[in-house]
């Protein structure tokens, strides 16, 4: 489980193609640092099992493995060595909530269709399939790319979220241009709460 508060802005140092699947390999020295073999981190928002550490914990890097379903649901099939990624370690009991809880288990892809600079914010606004538009609510949470962030409008087919100098510094959401694909996670609770409510309409 993951809060959406990225820690580090990784690079891909390298892609490897395995057929129905893919082998990634990230730098990211601050997140690499505290990694072990078998341990989750969150990559543009994607939960990832780590399967090796290259030169250990003072390498950098980590490797981790991609399956089909995976590349197809995610943006993380086009991503090419060079590219820069949000990184997130798993949050543990003992550590703070800053954003909403995020699984790591991308619900499908948005593409940015506006940026609009503001005088201290940027509002960007995100194109999303018609099937998670009723999950995005306004004022509630959604993780973009793996980013917590507040839905500040929404609309039929697309909705809004205002970005904060930090959000925009620390973030790949400072540099994707428009057009772009990001990752989307809707809130795990508005699937719970449907599912739940479903079940009580059809007794």
Request: proline share 4%; charged share 20%; net charge neutral.
């Amino acid at each position: 489980m993951f809060t959406g508060i990225v820690e580090e802005l990784g690079e891909v140092a390298a892609t490897e193609n395995l057929g129905d699947s893919a082998r990634l390999t990230i730098r990211g020295p601050r997140v690499s640092s505290g990694l072990a073999q078998g341990d989750s981190v969150a990559v543009n928002g994607v939960c990832l099992t780590v399967t090796g550490t290259p030169g250990g914990a003072a390498g950098g890097t980590f490797t981790a493995g991609v399956m089909r379903e995976t590349l197809e649901r995610s943006g993380l099939g086009a991503l090419k060595p060079g590219a820069r990624v949000n990184l997130e370690r798993p949050v543990t009991l003992s550590g703070r909530l800053g954003g909403h809880l995020v699984q790591g288990h991308v619900d499908g892809t948005g593409t940015i269709t506006s940026r609009t600079p503001g005088e201290r914010w940027e509002t960007v606004r995100v194109a999303l399939p018609p099937g998670l538009a009723r999950y995005v609510v306004e004022k509630g949470s959604i993780a973009v790319d793996g980013i917590s962030l507040t839905v500040s409008a929404t609309g039929e087919n697309w909705f809004e979220v205002n970005l904060i100098p930090e959000t925009l510094s620390r973030t790949t959401l400072g540099t994707t241009p428009l057009g772009g694909t990001v990752n989307l996670e809707v809130d795990v609770i508005a699937k719970y709460v449907e599912k739940l409510l479903g079940a009580v309409v059809r007794r």
